[in-house]
């Protein structure tokens, strides 16, 4: 596009200046680093389900299923999981691609799902865990009911009374410090913020009950 009389490039209003860069759009940098399988864990694709409206986009998963369980990862239609056996070892390279990484979905969705099929081979072979540490005064919890029911003393007139999800393991090592352990990371991450809600750390006391090595910056009263 032509440049009005009188005017130079450089005071040129942006819809006057052209694109010269001819760069290809960055790939994912997640997406394209292999994941690691151990011997002990097995992928198996299975088919997409059937749905009634024949217009919605079939979705895959692949099954990961490893000493600890078994989970599932839903997977789009263009995004493919390849196994490569590792030269001198037992283990296996699994490579995710899409069929196209100028689409800006498929390049988002890249990353998205090798992160999460890494943590579900993860939580397969070691799983996944999460420490709640109750400060307050009178702060206790145990566990109930063959590690079924979740009771804590918060300050409150009446105890609370949670129930353990199924898929999540919760235990007492000190009455105030809480275990959450589990094969989907997804499940004890969010049971470990629900029972933070009870009891949401305050700035002023510093009281609360404080998810791993959460911490929270004291502030000072204002005395008139």
Request: contains cysteine.
């Amino acid at each position: 596009m032509l440049l009005p009389p009188n005017r130079c490039l450089w005071h040129a209003p942006r819809k006057y200046i052209c694109p010269f860069s001819s760069t290809s759009i960055a790939s994912s940098k997640i997406g394209k680093s292999p994941v690691v399988i151990p011997d002990t864990v097995t992928l198996t694709k299975l088919p997409p389900p059937k749905h009634e409206n024949p217009r919605e986009t079939p979705v895959g998963s692949l099954r990961v299923k490893g000493p600890l369980g078994k989970l599932d990862l839903i997977l789009p239609p263009y995004v493919t999981i390849t196994e490569t056996p590792i030269p001198s070892s037992t283990s296996r390279r699994a490579t995710i691609k899409v069929e196209n990484p100028r689409i800006r979905q498929q390049r988002e969705m890249w990353g998205t799902s090798r992160a999460n099929l890494q943590k579900i081979v993860l939580g397969v072979t070691e799983g996944h865990s999460a420490i709640l540490r109750l400060v307050g005064i009178g702060y206790r919890a145990m566990v109930e009911g063959d590690r079924r029911l979740l009771q804590m003393r918060l300050g409150f007139s009446h105890p609370i009374e949670m129930s353990v999800p199924e898929g999540v393991k919760c235990s007492v090592p000190t009455p105030t410090r809480i275990l959450l352990e589990g094969v989907d990371k997804t499940k004890v991450n969010q049971f470990a913020a629900s029972i933070r809600k009870w009891r949401i750390p305050e700035p002023y006391k510093g009281k609360g009950i404080f998810i791993g090595e959460e911490t929270i910056k004291i502030k000072v009263k204002k005395v008139k």
